[in-house]
């Protein structure tokens, strides 16, 4: 399982964050297979939005999934830590959606109101 996980502000427009995701798949060589997010951006439009431009299932993770996937994380944010209580959104989304045994398929990368990171569940 591939998973996307996204951060993003509230500025952001669905096709940025499509083009994004995209982008990450490109880079990584890898096709993701759903979206991840924060709960409490589950219902955004532009999320909703960029879900249904890609074809994918958006999966929303707690704080406490975040956290708990916050140690696999490579990236530091001061601004995502302000916000969220993690150094990335889109790593630590991405890995917690993918599940206990994934790892970072590509780090985060951004555009000028989202971000983006790819994780792969552990085949095993």
Do not use: Y
């Not at 060589?29 to 994918?56: M, Q, Y």
């Amino acid at each position: 399982m591939i998973v996307a996980g996204v951060g993003f502000s509230s500025n952001c427009e669905p096709e940025e964050l499509a083009d994004l995701v995209r982008r990450a798949q490109a880079d990584a060589g890898r096709i993701a297979t759903a979206l991840a997010a924060p709960a409490w951006k589950a219902d955004a439009a532009c999320l909703r939005a960029a879900g249904e431009l890609l074809a994918l299932p958006i999966l929303a993770l707690s704080p406490d999934q975040l956290a708990a996937a916050e140690d696999r994380s490579v990236t530091e944010s001061a601004a995502s830590r302000a916000a969220a209580g993690v150094g990335s959104v889109a790593e630590t989304a991405a890995l917690a959606g993918a599940g206990a045994g994934s790892r970072l398929a590509l780090t985060r990368i951004s555009s000028a109101h989202a971000t983006c990171a790819l994780s792969e569940g552990d085949p095993s």
